[in-house]
């Protein structure tokens, strides 16, 4: 190609350039780099004007000076001078200078537009070119405001060069990634859309970049573009290696336009048209039978270019979610990769099954996989690929295979990189949390977690833990043996040191029967491990010792012994010293009622999301973690969409189902509710639904919610923040027996009833328990619905339990002007509702003020001016947010109406909260 | 909504030495980032070993690398981008480099960065390929060389001639 050597050029610039290189040490390197500047310097100060090929010559040594790291505070002026240069080489360098080195901020920009203005006016094609080059490098602000207008046009234009329209597209998609607002949408996205039937298929695979961006913000605009594009890949996969000519790439047709292509359908959901759903199919299945051919070339370029198209294609089947079939093949084709002997392709199939998990088509092919993947997990020599098997098998867990899948990880753990140590303990007491049976196996996975890698259990691991001890019963004493276990070891981490201490402090008393294991012996186990510890941890073992006064009367003169020496006593750390003096002084002059009564046992905690995998989503970034949700991604595309940003915006949300709620296993979520009851509960044929004494309940939580001249049920429910419990109260209004009595809600809101007796005698009644839990904010109450034989025919009765969102109320206290200022934060209109209705009942203070209250919220008086009006607060509480909410209620007593205002952050939540209350006056 | 348009973040050029040789920026970064990032992805790469997988996780961002006798190129792209169509758009780059210097070594795109520049710029724009015909992109860069006053690429001669990147 070109030639060696010729002419002068820029010598100066190989000198300089080869100088440096010469140089011995980096002193030698700096001196001679400053040398060099303060030429430069002295040249563009000068009298002499310099000529254009000195200019660029300077310019490009300060460029390269730069280039090695060292900051350039001057040659901008004579760069931007080179900008209006008709010379080609100094326009260039002028535009690499500017496009390297000059910030978004700079007050050159307007020069800069200036000359860029000028170039794109030229007509000549190579100086558009570089004009554009520069817009889409710089991409600033001041940039997108002088050109994003101006640039579509170009794009669009009829007698635009086709190297001209590739770099104008690419430009207009970075305009547009900078500043979305000021890209034009318009008359011309029809004929953007229709670039993509260009004969000129770099156009095409620009073009293409583009529509992607820009279907992303206006879907519908292009919505044209699907067909297009699924028109234009049917083409290429079909077409004979050298129909494309140079834009085959070692005999795979156009493989960067194919994955662009490919990754622009998975901007839409599946082609609702049957003959172009079909087109798609055929091309996708197309893709993947190429991927059982004999290669047609051994170089790597060959399979990697074939395999980023399938790739590609498998991530638009994954997308669809659905067409089992192409989703099993997809499966099975990674599955042979996970063998392969490239790492790169083991490394990807295990990336990419890793989504293909999540979709219930492939959930279970996937698992097929697991001893390959588990021996990946034991084989591979590339950390990076472990860590792809790690995740792999996070995702493919459920109960089938949580056990073997945990013990794996943690047999992995011992001898794990450090790098992802903390990452696999995270993932293994989640997995543990989420699919323990038996809470055993939950404690012993946790505490063999302290023990193989300690350092690495952060603090929500073992709060967790506490939290589930505390709150289940039945694991409490085998909690208790376990941890003094563990702590005999010689050596054990601090983590266990604290667990145990918690631990025994609350049951050391279960395990105290036995004479291996009592007080004083529990007491001097945990103490000696005191002085090894820091002090957070010392500080809560002496808490311990207290819990262990109240507990254990008989070792309180050790432990009193222990909190009155000096290095308790006298101890350096004010925390320690605190907690020493006021326990000791509380166990000598408390009695034991109160003593009993101040250190009782810690009441279970409020159910909540599990920490822990909050903290696993912020490590790995929203969105990256496989859905372990209950909702195994939905049939298609769109409805995952939604669920997608769902997930994302509330960040750690719904995915994690709380095993303390006792719930069902992800994939059956609605069948453990039947099985609880009767098998022959299948669902009742469509009855009507009972619902007219539904509103007598919006402000109270008492009373009889249905009654025929066989039953009659009565309710009384109490609500805690974002948890309910309600008791069902059936009565036999007969003289003969209920049989097959069955009731069963649907999984809405949580709703975890306790089975209830299949009888019920003539003239008794039963009770059943509704445990409530509100997930998010909603509109539907659930339906109970009840079966039973009397007198030989099905009884199907169906009422709708009047859990609002209202009873998630919890009210709040505040002054005049906190209320106001709040006012004024909710004030954008969609978080307004505002109704005026007439009212339906005497218009009596006291009983309004008695149904505000009944309806959660507080009552604040002295807020309104007008004393007549009412003004109330409260938040909703729901399990994965908080909604405050304020309301207003003006009565008219002339005309005998009321207007309703109500505020709050959400507007679905407002709306509701209106409908709800209006309907009480 | 998922985010689909997966772009380049940005593409490295360094030694063995770990010595920078040419950086490209798709988003916009102040000079400490850049320098910060460098120092870091320069050492995390040259610490793996050479059989390993072409691929590594890094912050939320994935790297694609691939050595060519004693260079590294190096891209950077978002977590959902595809790896493998990325490996081939360093090697079609390092492809076009060999085909217009000949034989490409390191000390071609030491001596002629701003030629390095210039081609990566017809191939690549905005982290997005633009035009990935060898023909083509040669052909606007030999344009351009017409429009230039004397033709000539700097091939030092004066040093000891370096690997090429044997393609």
Redesign the interface.
Known sequence: MPAVSKGDGMRGLAVFISDIRNCKSKEAEVKRINKELANIRSKFKGDKALDGYSKKKYVCKLLFIFLLGHDIDFGHMEAVNLLSSNKYTEKQIGYLFISVLVNSNSDLIRLINNAIKNDLTSRNPTFMNLALHCIANVGSREMAEAFASEIPRILVAGDTMDSVKQSAALCLLRLNRTSPDLVPMGEWTARVVHLLNDQHLGVVTAATSLITTLAQKNPDDFKTSVSLAVARLSRIVTSASIDLQDYTYYFVAAPWLSVKLLRLLQSYPPPEDAALRSRLTECLETILNKAQEPPKSKKVQHSNAKNAVLFEAIALIIHHDSEPTLLVRACNQLGQFLQHRETNLRYLALESMCTLASSEFSHEAVKTHMETVINALKTERDVSVRQRAVDLLYAMCDRSNAKQIVAEMLSYLETADYSIREEIVLKVAILAEKYAVDYTWYVDTILNLIRIAGDYVSEEVWYRVIQIVINRDDVQGYAAKTVFEALQAPACHENLVKVGGYILGEFGNLIAGDSRSSPLVQFNLLHSKFHLCSVPTRALLLSAYIKFINLFPEVKATIQDVLRSDSQLRNADVELQQRAVEYLRLSCIASTDILATVLEEMPPFPERESSILAKLKKKKGPGKLPDMDDSRRSVNGSTEHSENTDTTNKGSTHSFTDVLNLNSTPSSGASLLIDVFSESSAPPAAIDVSEENFPRFVCKNNGVIYENQLLQIGLKSEYRQNLGRMYVFYGNKTSTQFLSFSSSSPPQLNVHPKAADPMIEGGAQMQQILNIECVSDFRDAPVLNIQFRYGGTLQNIAVKLPVMLNKFFQPTEMMSQDFFQRWKQLGAPQQEVQKIFKAKHPMDTEVTKAKILGFGVALLDGVDPNPANFVGAGVIHTKTTQVGCLLRLEPNMQAQMYRLTLRTSRDSVSQRLCELLSDQF | ???????MQFMLLFSRQGK?R??KW?V?LS?KEK?KITRELVQTVLARKP???????WR?LKIVYKRYASLYFCCAIE??D????T???I??YVELLD????SVCELDI??N??KA??IL?EFL??G?????????VLK?IE???L?????????????QCQVSFCL
């Open positions: 909504m998922p985010f689909l348009c997966l772009f920078l040419l950086q798709y916009p000079d320098k059989k390993m997988c072409s691929f590594l996780e939320d977590d959902q595809n790896e493998l169509i490996l081939e758009i090697h079609r085909k217009y210097f000949g030491i001596f960065f701003e520049y210039f710029d724009l905005g997005e390929a633009q035009e990935t015909s060898k023909k083509n606007a344009q351009a060389d429009l230039q006053e004397v033709r000539y690429v700097i091939k030092p001669t004066w040093e």
